[in-house]
């Protein structure tokens, strides 16, 4: 990549995180995700989670600008079981271009004809990049396209687009799906009991004595708190306990 | 669990030796950097001056996993092997942004109940919030900014992905945040500080006392108390 292509590489890049800070709905992201895709040859796109053993897989699916009538097809088969870039995605965290990554491979008679599907609908290559989590896939994002040929630095702008994009989407649902229940953990009359004495600047003894337990029980009451409300210290639990309305 | 050390401190508390062997076996053995390679088997470089941070992560005097800091208001890695990586660009340097370089854990080696390689991951959260150290600058592969990004860093990529080396490498200025550190102790099952101060460790930022941004010890048990 000369330095005008390098230059103008980054800016695809840092539009598309930019872009995807104001991100409003998965509609954007797709439109978002349809510029870059655009911009490196690519057709296709989808997000999605892995479904366990004899599951399907379209509740799992996060984000899809899949071909027509192919989603169906992929799910009616239960083509996620047996595709080998799915079975590739999930024991390796490497981001890889299909044809190079499973090129050499045999593959099985089934999995076979899931490609040929496939390239009916003109997915005939693609980049994907699973997102691994310690000990467990989250998502992959897959590109699909007639032909691939992109750059290493090609590849790792889209990596780098791929983590953004799954990011962003990964908070949107999380606040459509139920911000009031993250928001209020269940906080027993006890924990609440030593909270507000924290808040008043008592130590934890000063708050066993006051309550009529012992400073290692309103320790563990307190760890108890902090673990259910992601704190990790004592000012940052009264923070958070002021802020979700357990103590004014 | 993870030990701090600044500078010549590393030397004075007997670890250093283990530390270069250490690097050397993991960085230049088993990750092929060449580069790093030295006929003596102790991987150490110029930045490894007195204002260098080494958090190392021993279990019983076995070093298990290691990551230094380098202030980016001194010379260090980005600014002074590798500036190309940048593209050109600028980023921001101050006494608070620090560079993480060299970070390696032992595979499959587990403390207190918990991966390595996640306590060395939470120790440097733990670390960078106790000392308010404000960011971290890291020339990674995109698979860490993913780790990094589903723990809450804030993350901003600072330049395109390059070759470097015959691998990708992308320059980031990564944020952590007490929801991060909190992510992190979810993820890897950490109940506490993973930090190991010693009673007189300065604070690289201010140097003054460093004290853990945490204030009780991970234990490595589930404790469920119910009282009357």
Sequence with gaps: MNTHDRQQA?????????????????????????????????DCFAISGIPLPGEKIDRYVLLSAWPEGWFERYVAENYVHIDPVIYQSKISDGAFVWSEELGGKPIRREARKLMNEASEFRMIDGYSVPLHMPGAL???????????????EAKGILHIVAIYAHNRLKALLEQQSG????????????ERDVIRWCAEGKTNWEIGQILGRSEKTVQHELHNAQRKMNCVNRAQLIAEAIRIGIIR | MLRYFKGSSLQASGFAERVWQFRHRHFVERF???????????????????????????NAGVILGYSRLLA?????????????????RDYPRAKNVYEWTRCVAEPSARLCGVEASHILLTGVAEFCLSAGIEALIVETHPKLVNLLVSNLWDVTPLAAPMV???????????????????????GAGVNGSVLELAVDSSNPVTGQTLTTFVDHTHTGLVVEVSCA
């Design chain 1, 179 to 190: 911000v009031c229940r993250k928001d209020a953990p269940y906080i027993t009359p006890h």
């Design chain 2, 164 to 186: 470097y080396d015959g691998a990708l490498v992308v320059p980031i200025h990564a944020v952590p945040s007490p929801a991060a550190l909190a992510s992190h102790h979810r």
């Design chain 2, 32 to 58: 092929g950097w060449g580069a790093l390679r030295k006929p003596d088997c102790r991987e150490m470089d110029i930045f490894d001056t007195d204002e260098a941070v080494h958090l190392v992560l021993e």
């Design chain 1, 138 to 152: 989250q998502a992959i994002v897959t590109f699909g396209a007639e032909k691939i040929d992109l750059s290493t």
């Design chain 2, 72 to 88: 980016t208001n001194a010379p260090h890695l980005l600014s002074d092997v590798y500036p190309e990586i940048m593209g050109g």
């Design chain 1, 10 to 42: 980054a800016n695809v890049m840092f539009d598309f995180i930019t872009a995807m800070t104001a991100a409003s709905d998965a509609n954007a992201i797709i439109n978002d995700l349809s510029k870059v895709s655009k911009t490196f040859g690519l």
